[in-house]
């Protein structure tokens, strides 16, 4: 997951599903608890026979779901493994965030497709043909996977060997439609299905100028055909939903006149339906200040050709918690005044972008009622669609600019602002700014690129503008390809390298800003901030302890943060992400 989406998923507690208070509650606890056992026990059947019963008294208890998809897998069923894997990720999308650890599972489950991975991963950026990595079966032997076509279509792939292997796969796909050739049920699923891998990462992979000729005569002939009326052949329209997106041709919406498959129905929603969706709520965002100032306009230009992160769904099950309780279990060793708030508290989401930080936020804390804002009108409008209906009350969008939020004339109790300020010109002045609207005690999540830890960034920027790739799709996609034959492919550490969007945000933005360790200390004490802690990974922590376990683990010393960051550059890789509380 991109950075954003790890800084919305925040910590979730057990399903809600399994949390019912009433006797059959109780009973799948129990039964649940039983299941546990004896999978710990190494009684499979058992563990099974009792996961299933759980299941039939609450279909939607994720864990049980994952819990019964191991057992299984064990068991050597893999495929009724995989659906119940998949099950899972459908009722817990935020468990997409384990991805590394979900496509190693893929792989065991799927050997064809582990196979295809180790040939395409030996043989770099060669593009190889489908018997070369699938073998006699072919496409057959993966693609009717559950898991795998659930992968595909809920987050971009993060992984470079399995993005040149779906790039290959699409190209085989080309190949079959523009020979006429008749798609197999399950051929025309897992076609629909990359085709929205490649519309949620904003058609990231690359292509030749063989296939780009290909596409632009498919383009043509399924024009002509929508033209005259005559039939559309599916795979041939799923082939070109796999190069462009469909709302992109102005012929392409008579579509929806037309009956189709489940597949390519679930596929127009995603490229047609959803998009003029969002262009109708345009009008429906209000415009709370003025957008005057050049960097901010810069900014808001780059999000509107590009949207950021492009998230496909919400957390599910997620277990709410006044907002004082998470500090405190977060930084139990930091002193945080009370809210004060048993009911409501007003929040603001600085730079919400597509809205997942919102949407995360007001999940999370009981009570929270978000202001959330952003420079760019189509990430609000993303964000307004994407919102669950049981949260739409709780979230107000609008579009703003920090520079001149102070004329809203409101304050709030906690601000979010974790994407937002190293895209301004002068990062602390936009951090103060938003001090002056938060209240007395109130609280703020912040993020900030390290100077230190971006430093392969900052290498892989230089690279760019010395060979002179501007920030479109199609240079963008060059220069990915380029990146990934020197020493700076170590850049796809971040999850934001396998999308467009995404990919320009981390290394093609038109304002980037980084701080250290010591300007937030001074800035911190300067302004009368209480520094609370940082949010990290027990590595992290451990690097920490092991500089200075003599001196005591006091967590919220910077000084003693920079001397880590200092031994480790690569401590806030990602950025500083902390809270502080106003006095």
């Avoid at 945080?336 to 936020?361: E, H, N, R, W, Y």
């Avoid at 963008?476 to 999850?495: N, S």
């Amino acid at each position: 997951m991109n950075r954003k989406q790890r800084r919305a998923t925040l910590k979730h507690g057990p399903p809600a599903a399994a949390r019912r208070s009433d006797s059959g509650g109780d009973q799948i606890r129990q039964l649940f608890f039983e299941a546990a056992e004896c999978e710990r026990s190494h009684k499979l059947d058992d563990a099974a026979r009792i996961y299933k019963r759980v299941l039939l008294l609450n279909p939607d208890h994720a864990e049980a779901c994952n819990n019964l998809g191991r057992v299984l897998q064990t068991q050597g069923k893999a495929k009724e493994a995989s659906g119940y894997y998949a099950r899972a990720l459908t009722l817990m999308p935020q468990l997409l965030e384990q991805y590394a650890g979900i496509c190693a599972t893929l792989a065991a489950l799927l050997p064809p497709l582990g196979e295809a991975l180790r040939r395409q991963a030996a043989s770099s950026s060669k593009q190889l043909t489908e018997s070369e990595l699938l073998g006699d079966a072919g496409l057959a032997a993966i693609a009717a996977d559950p898991l795998l076509l659930h992968l595909l279509q809920s987050t971009p792939v993060r992984d470079v060997a399995f993005e040149r292997l779906l790039t290959s796969l699409r190209l085989s796909l080309l190949a079959d439609a523009m020979a006429g050739k008749t798609a197999s049920e399950p051929a025309l699923g897992f076609a629909c299905a990359l085709a929205k891998q490649c519309f949620i990462n904003e058609y990231i992979f690359t292509t030749t100028p063989e296939e780009d000729t290909q596409v632009d005569q498919l383009k043509l002939a399924l024009s002509e055909a929508l033209k005259a009326g005559t039939a559309v052949d599916p795979a041939q329209l799923a082939a070109l939903a796999m190069y462009h997106p469909l709302h992109t041709f102005a012929c392409i919406p008579v579509l929806l006149e037309r009956h189709w498959t489940k597949a390519i129905d679930d596929l127009l929603t995603q490229q047609l339906r959803e998009p003029a969706e969002e262009q109708s709520l345009r009008d429906s965002i209000p415009r709370l200040t003025a957008i005057d100032d050049e960097v901010s306009q810069r900014v808001r230009q780059q999000y509107e050709e590009n949207p950021y992160p492009r998230w496909v769904y919400a957390a599910g099950q997620v277990s709410t918690i006044p907002i004082d309780q998470y500090l405190r279990e977060q930084f139990p060793a930091s002193v945080v005044a009370p809210f004060g708030k048993t009911g409501a508290f007003d929040m603001l989401v600085a730079g919400c972008g597509t809205g997942q930080v919102a949407i995360a936020s007001v999940q999370k804390y009981s009570g929270a009622q978000a202001l959330a804002i952003d420079l760019s009108l189509s990430s609000l409008c993303y964000a307004k669609r994407k919102t669950p209906a049981e949260l739409a009350a709780r979230i107000d969008y609008a579009q703003a600019d920090i520079l001149n939020l102070a004329s809203i004339g409101r304050s709030f109790d906690a601000i979010d602002a974790c994407g937002v300020l190293h895209h301004m010109a002068d990062p602390l002045e936009g951090w103060r700014i938003l001090l002056t609207l938060l209240r007395p005690g109130g609280v703020m999540h912040l993020a900030f690129y390290s100077e230190t830890g971006r430093s392969d960034v900052v290498a892989a920027r230089s690279f760019i503008a010395e060979r002179g790739f501007g920030s479109t799709p199609v240079d963008i996609r060059r220069c990915r390809q380029e990146i990934l034959k020197t020493p700076l492919a170590t850049i796809t550490r971040f999850t934001d390298f396998f999308s467009t969007s995404e990919c320009r945000d981390l290394l093609f933005h038109v304002q980037e800003s980084r701080l250290s360790l010591p300007a937030i200390k001074t800035f911190l004490t300067q302004n009368g901030l209480r520094f609370l802690g940082f949010e990290f990974n027990a590595p992290i922590a451990n690097r920490y302890r092991g500089l200075f376990a003599e001196q005591g683990w006091s967590m919220t010393d910077l000084d003693r943060w920079h001397a880590v960051e200092s031994n480790y550059p690569d401590t806030f890789s990602g950025m500083y992400q902390f809270w502080v509380q106003k006095s």
